[in-house]
């Protein structure tokens, strides 16, 4: 498989993280994705994505490990696409979930809705700072 569709297969188990086995297979489809294309940014991003959500819905998950993975998988899909909407969005979810730097979140979804109006998430996510 290439990137592409480990990202996609891993967005599929990210929107069923309710079921802590389902993260971490999303986790496992990110990971693998970033190991396909290591120049793919939302790959990185859908790995912070996963990485900032497991502490919440795994309770047994080390927190700050978790966070830590978010921080620098987020901090690496902006390195690579500091313009894609939803690079941005994550990078303000995981200040905000990770950081508690509501100043920095704002200003990431703002520019993650200004640039990407349709991407839901960042619209979301931006609602509930």
Known sequence: MDAYEL???GRHRWGQRSDPEALRGA??????????????ALAYSGLADAWVLTPLYERTADRLSSFARAR????????????????LATAGWVAYLADWDADRAGELLDRAVRLGPSYVWGVQWRSML
Not at 27 to 40: G, I, L, T, W
Not at 72 to 87: K, N
């Open 7 to 9: 990202y996609l297969l």
């Open 27 to 40: 986790v496992d489809y990110f990971q693998r994705a970033v190991e396909a294309d290591p120049e793919f």
């Open 72 to 87: 620098e998988a987020a901090r690496r899909a902006l390195e690579l696409s500091p313009t894609e909407p939803e690079v």
